[in-house]
């Protein structure tokens, strides 16, 4: 728990503190969102239609888990480098 506080303590922005905070305290709130993120992109015809064409849920379990992992990549980037100027 000090860790935590020493490691926000650091961050002067208030919205960075606020960003930071969210993921410190509320790491499964994001897990979820993530995953319901994929759900509802997958549940789009024209997606679901290439996935099963091309075979990436049905090849194996790492390449789900590879465009998971990706997907939060992507995300974790552009919540972390956003501009605020221009939302």
């Known amino acids: 728990r000090r860790e935590r506080m020493r490691f926000l303590e650091r ?10 905070l969210a993921w410190v305290e509320y790491p499964l709130i994001f ?3 993530l995953e ?4 509802k992109t997958y549940a789009i015809p024209s ?4 996935l099963a064409e091309t075979g ?3 090849k194996s379990v790492n390449s789900c888990l590879r465009r ?11 919540i972390a480098h956003r501009d605020l100027d221009h939302p």
Not at 36 to 39: H, M, Q, T, Y
Not at 68 to 78: F, H, K, P, Q, W
């Open 11 to 20: 961050i002067k922005d208030p919205v960075k503190l606020a960003a930071a």
């Open 31 to 33: 897990h979820i969102s």
């Open 36 to 39: 319901f993120g994929l759900f």
């Open 47 to 50: 997606v679901s239609k290439i």
């Open 56 to 58: 990436q849920f049905t």
């Open 68 to 78: 998971y992992d990706d997907t939060n990549l992507i995300i974790n980037e552009m």
